[in-house]
């Protein structure tokens, strides 16, 4: 079963999502969520940052992810989901759970 961790402060996980995106091992996802045209998630022409702005909007609903998922292969999940308009936005970053432990100290992350 996956391990899901958290973080007291909205502000460090604006911070751990930026430190996991600039790490060189890390693969990034960006994709949104509009059901007016489909109930799958789609890649958007939205960059990581574009997201990031549109989460600290006011309006925005977020929601926050560290997981350790254990399926078939070890990895780390960092996650952000975001509501705003009729339209999700998503950004997934993966890294090698070789990472874990600096995570978990560097932001002092909670399991949950």
């Not at 997981?67 to 705003?84: M, P």
């Not at 759970?97 to 949950?112: D, Q, T």
């Amino acid at each position: 079963m996956d391990d899901f961790y958290t973080l007291e402060s909205k502000k460090t996980w604006y911070t751990l999502l930026e430190d996991a995106k600039n790490d060189q091992d890390a693969k990034v996802f960006v994709q949104q969520l509009d059901c007016s045209i489909s109930w799958a998630r789609q890649l958007t022409d939205k960059t990581f940052d574009d997201v990031i702005s549109i989460s600290k909007s006011e309006k925005a609903f977020n929601h926050f992810v560290f997981i350790h998922r254990k399926f078939n292969t070890e990895y780390i999940e960092i996650g952000l989901a975001t509501d705003i308009k009729d339209i999700s936005y998503f950004i997934f970053i993966d890294l090698p759970i070789e990472k874990l432990k600096k995570y978990i100290i560097s932001y002092g992350l909670i399991l949950k």
